[in-house]
């Protein structure tokens, strides 16, 4: 029974799929609306860009779809990214998920191709970041992550993107100089990884209890708040990217034991130092 279920319900699948397809056709056939003023005048030949598979692209890429939002700037942008990922990414993906590893030089290629920036909304103050390109707003992160996703791999996807994703935006905004020197700048530059480490095996939605604490102590452990030292103990579980990475943004309870949410600070720690000269541990505030 369970295998005639199955087959009605690919069965079902297909129709589906003729029925659009159709629409399709119809589509292709039939004259376009308009342009926006605010697409390319080289759509106008081609108004579909990439598959011509209904639905398998977002809806603006068939600039009939008029839209106000997106500009050359953005049909720009896209175009950068579908090139790389197409050559660089995709034929690939599926090697490094059975090596278990995404090779070094594919971040350095992310962070030239606009990805790793436009993923933490291209910041514009952290030394050595290519400046926005022009026209630059939040819609090239979406476009960047559409673009991604087409290698049709999670593992890249969050291979890449996931840890800087999440992980780097507070130190982004609330980083010393010297973090955004130190941490972003590389990280951005897809030479250095960076991970956010906020849930642990007893507090998942409940970030308000979490028990990690960071004590300030001096060089012999001896708890001092001026001291020069954190002594960060804890347990972090399901930490993206965390294999890899060389920096953690980790929430960390620093006010008493019943302090609740209020008692809960990020702390900058870079475990591994593998790059930096001297260990890096700060307070993003
Ligand atoms: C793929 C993946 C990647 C992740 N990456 C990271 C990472 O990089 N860094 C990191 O810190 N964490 C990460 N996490 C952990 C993630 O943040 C937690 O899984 C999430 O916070 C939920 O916690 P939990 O799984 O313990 O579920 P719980 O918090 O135990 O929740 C279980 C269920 O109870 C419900 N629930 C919880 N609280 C309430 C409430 N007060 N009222 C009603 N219902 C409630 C929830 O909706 C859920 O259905 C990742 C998780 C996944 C799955």
Partial sequence: MAGEKKRSASYLDLQIWVYISKRGQLRDGASFA????????????????????????????????????????HIA????????????VT????????????????FKRAAEVGLLPATVNWPDDIPGVPPRPEGYDGFFSLIAFDELARCANGGVVWGVTG???????????????????????????GEAFIALAVSEPTAGSDVANIKTTAVSC???????????????????????????????????????????????ELLLVSPTQRSLPEPVCGFLK
Wanted: charged share 25%; proline share 9%; aromatic share 12%.
């Fill in 163 to 189: 840890g800087l994703g999440i992980g780097l935006p507070p130190v982004v905004h609330f980083g010393s100089d010297e973090l955004k020197t130190r941490v972003a700048a590389p990280c951005l530059r």
């Fill in 218 to 264: 001096c060089a012999d452990g001896t708890a001092d708040d001026d001291g020069e030292f954190y002594v960060v103990n804890g347990l972090k579980k399901w930490i993206t990217c965390g294999m890899f990475a060389d920096f953690f943004t980790v929430a960390v309870r620093t006010g008493g034991k019943e302090s609740g949410f209020g008692g809960v």
């Fill in 34 to 73: 308009p342009l926006s003023p605010a697409m390319s005048d080289d759509d106008e030949e081609n108004p579909q860009f990439g598959s011509a598979t209904p639905w398998s692209e977002p809806t603006w890429y068939n600039s009939s779809n008029p839209t106000p939002y997106y500009t050359k700037h």
């Fill in 91 to 106: 034929p690939f993906a599926a090697q490094w998920e059975t090596d278990g590893e995404i090779p070094p030089a594919v």
């Fill in 77 to 88: 942008f896209r175009a950068k990214m579908r090139a790389w990922v197409d050559k660089e």
